[in-house]
């Protein structure tokens, strides 16, 4: 923005007066006080500059007001336009350096037949469509931090298992090794107190004959002495017998080796091993403009082409200026003559084909996939969710049914009591027409960036994969599905897909503009 010392009087500068500048002149590049506005508003060569207020000039950003009138290598006005180059062109540089280049035309010229309202609307929804895709984006990265967390806790509540479970085996481990050791240890300590009996029997007998020994020498005859020592000889040969079996004694020493299990655990590094699977998320980064390639009109020129049974060349329809572009059409009345259309920017039009009058409903949120069912639209309005407006008692009477449960360019489709939906990038989720959740729809492998939904007359639900590039279909209790059109049946990056009941067949097209039919067996 333009400080105060910007603004002052370019032409009173130059003679050393300063006056506060009242207007900007794009063409001269100058500020301009109130009296040097005057001779340039009436003077033959600048009356027609285009001129701004000072205080509107402010509002203008920087860039644009950078944007230079005037050529600054040859000092004349740009009044031509070179899309060769895309640029703006001098008189000289026209004939200097832009001789080979085709088309050139005059800057004013190319101004009248430039619709800059579209310009700006389309240029307007591309940076809409880019800060989407930011959101969308990081809205993707910041669901896979938190999946990260909650990975991380996951293998920590399995470390954590493993861990309990070595802690038990240990323990198990440990239990059966004392007891082990308790049962040697037994066995060792049974025998030795065998042996320590033993001993003591051996003992109170030799004590005996000891004793016996001396009441012989004190009391008895030599004939008794005689006769005596000759039994208790006998009874120490016998003691003496015995304790030969104790001469050599073994001791025993218990040990223990742990060195397999300490070898075990020494090579045993981490509790189990870290690896990483990638999918890929196929992130939809927005193009409003190569989206709306998958509808059947034309972008400059705004023509709606209709084709019935039996005609190869369509009926062109004009569409009205308030329709700029448009995301989804749908018959809006039972013979056909009336259509809603979505447009990505905050309304739902129903447009008459017979004399092109037009209704507009205003929403809240990117208007997306529309269907329609006796005098009721239902829409995917983004983000707000899903809505319903009765076209033909009040439309400004507007009911959310499942706010915020609609993914960017979501699609719907409605038969009997049920909505069918586009609910995220991955998934596919059925309402009934007060909005409870019946049932949802998600495998990655089979189905991938859903679009386009339709419902066959049985209730099968037909879906577009953009990027699994695939036609499945899906039982109406959303259980079973599978593939039944893709790359191979000519499909190649799919968008839309119309049902025609009365035919049993499909409509669908390509994101570049070429549509199949085919027939529902």
Same mark, same amino acid.
């Given at each position: 923005?333009?400080?105060?010392?910007?603004?002052?009087?370019?032409?009173?500068?130059?003679?050393?007066?300063?006056?506060?500048?009242?207007?900007?002149?794009?063409?001269?590049?100058?500020?301009?006080?109130?009296?040097?506005?005057?001779?340039?508003?009436?003077?033959?060569?600048?009356?027609?500059?285009?001129? %701004?207020?000072?205080?509107?000039?402010?509002?203008?950003?920087?860039?644009?007001?950078?944007?230079?009138?005037?050529?600054? =290598?040859?000092?004349?006005?740009?009044?031509?336009?070179?899309?060769?180059?895309?640029?703006?062109?001098?008189?000289? !540089? %026209?004939?200097?350096?832009?001789?080979?280049?085709?088309?050139?035309?005059?800057?004013?010229?190319?101004?009248?037949?430039?619709?800059?309202?579209?310009?700006?609307?389309?240029?307007?929804?591309?940076?809409?469509?880019?800060?989407?895709?930011?959101?969308? %984006?990081?809205?993707?990265?910041?669901?896979?931090?938190?999946?990260?967390?909650?990975?991380?806790?996951?293998?920590?509540?399995?470390?954590?298992?493993?861990?309990?479970?070595?802690?038990?085996?240990?323990?198990?481990?440990?239990?059966?090794?004392?007891? =082990?050791?308790?049962?040697?240890?037994?066995?060792?300590?049974?025998?030795?107190?065998?042996?320590?009996?033993?001993?003591?029997?051996?003992?109170?007998?030799?004590?005996?004959?000891?004793?016996?020994?001396?009441?012989?020498?004190?009391?008895?005859?030599?004939?008794?002495?005689f006769l005596g020592v000759l039994e208790i000889e006998s009874s120490v040969g016998s003691a003496k017998q015995s304790l030969s079996a104790?001469?050599?004694?073994?001791?025993?020493?218990?040990?223990?080796?742990?060195?397999?299990?300490?070898?075990?655990?020494?090579?045993?590094?981490?509790?189990?091993?870290?690896?990483?699977?990638?999918?890929?998320?196929?992130?939809?980064?927005?193009?409003?403009?190569?989206?709306?390639?998958?509808?059947?009109?034309?972008?400059?020129?705004?023509?709606?082409?209709?084709?019935?049974?039996?005609?190869?060349?369509?009926?062109?329809?004009?569409?009205?200026?308030?329709?700029?572009?448009?995301?989804?059409?749908?018959?809006?009345?039972?013979?056909?003559?009336?259509?809603?259309?979505?447009?990505?920017?905050?309304?739902?039009?129903? +447009?008459?084909?017979?004399?092109?009058?037009?209704?507009?409903?205003?929403?809240?949120?990117?208007?997306?996939?529309?269907?329609?069912?006796?005098?009721?639209?239902?829409? !995917?309005?983004?983000?707000?969710?899903?809505?319903?407006?009765?076209?033909?008692?009040?439309?400004?009477?507007?009911?959310?049914?499942?706010?915020?449960?609609?993914?960017?360019?979501?699609?719907?489709?409605?038969?009997? =009591?049920?909505?069918?939906?586009?609910?995220? =990038?991955?998934?596919?989720?059925?309402?009934?027409?007060?909005?409870?959740?019946?049932?949802?729809?998600?495998?990655?492998?089979?189905?991938?960036?859903?679009?386009?939904?339709?419902?066959?007359?049985?209730?099968?639900?037909?879906? %577009?994969?953009?990027?699994?590039?695939?036609?499945?279909?899906?039982?109406?209790?959303?259980?079973?599905?599978?593939?039944?059109?893709?790359?191979?049946?000519?499909?190649?990056?799919?968008?839309?897909?119309?049902?025609?009941?009365?035919?049993?067949?499909? +409509?669908?097209?390509?994101?570049?503009?070429?549509?199949?039919?085919?027939?529902?067996?």
């Amino acid at each position: 923005m333009a400080t105060s010392a910007d603004e002052f009087c370019t032409l009173c500068e130059q003679n050393d007066i300063t006056r506060k500048a009242e207007i900007w002149c794009y063409e001269c590049q100058d500020y301009m006080c109130s009296d040097c506005s005057r001779p340039h508003g009436v003077s033959r060569l600048s009356k027609r500059h285009t001129t %701004v207020s000072i205080h509107e000039f402010r509002q203008i950003p920087d860039y644009i007001r950078s944007i230079k009138h005037v050529c600054i =290598e040859h000092d004349d006005q740009f009044d031509f336009f070179c899309p060769t180059h895309n640029q703006s062109c001098c008189r000289q !540089c %026209v004939s200097l350096d832009h001789k080979n280049c085709k088309n050139i035309s005059l800057i004013e010229k190319a101004l009248k037949t430039v619709d800059q309202t579209s310009r700006l609307s389309k240029i307007q929804q591309s940076v809409h469509d880019v800060i989407e895709s930011i959101q969308l %984006v990081r809205k993707d990265r910041d669901t896979y931090k938190q999946n990260v967390f909650e990975q991380e806790k996951t293998i920590q509540d399995k470390i954590g298992t493993i861990r309990s479970m070595l802690n038990d085996r240990l323990d198990s481990i440990e239990k059966a090794s004392l007891k =082990e050791l308790s049962k040697i240890v037994d066995t060792e300590i049974s025998n030795t107190d065998n042996s320590i009996d033993a001993l003591i029997n051996i003992e109170v007998e030799v004590t005996i004959l000891s004793k016996n020994i001396n009441l012989i020498k004190d009391n008895a005859t030599d004939k008794q002495i005689f006769l005596g020592v000759l039994e208790i000889e006998s009874s120490v040969g016998s003691a003496k017998q015995s304790l030969s079996a104790f001469r050599k004694t073994d001791s025993k020493l218990i040990t223990f080796d742990g060195r397999r299990a300490t070898k075990t655990f020494e090579d045993i590094k981490s509790l189990g091993s870290f690896s990483f699977s990638t999918t890929s998320n196929h992130m939809d980064i927005i193009d409003s403009e190569s989206i709306q390639a998958q509808q059947l009109t034309d972008r400059v020129d705004r023509i709606l082409s209709i084709y019935k049974d039996g005609t190869k060349s369509p009926r062109p329809v004009n569409l009205p200026e308030q329709i700029i572009s448009i995301f989804d059409i749908e018959k809006a009345s039972e013979d056909g003559n009336t259509i809603a259309i979505s447009t990505r920017n905050k309304k739902v039009h129903i +447009l008459s084909l017979e004399n092109l009058n037009i209704k507009t409903i205003p929403i809240e949120g990117n208007s997306n996939g529309i269907s329609y069912n006796d005098g009721t639209i239902y829409c !995917c309005s983004e983000p707000h969710g899903i809505l319903s407006v009765n076209i033909e008692d009040n439309p400004s009477n507007i009911h959310y049914l499942l706010p915020y449960r609609c993914a960017t360019y979501s699609y719907i489709a409605l038969h009997k =009591e049920f909505l069918y939906y586009t609910k995220t =990038e991955r998934s596919i989720e059925c309402c009934d027409i007060e909005g409870n959740v019946m049932w949802s729809f998600e495998d990655t492998k089979i189905l991938r960036q859903p679009r386009g939904i339709v419902v066959d007359k049985d209730g099968n639900i037909f879906v %577009v994969g953009g990027t699994s590039e695939n036609i499945i279909v899906i039982s109406d209790d959303g259980i079973n599905c599978r593939e039944v059109l893709n790359t191979d049946s000519g499909l190649n990056n799919p968008r839309a897909i119309s049902y025609d009941r009365e035919h049993n067949g499909l +409509l669908i097209c390509n994101s570049e503009g070429k549509a199949f039919i085919y027939n529902i067996v």
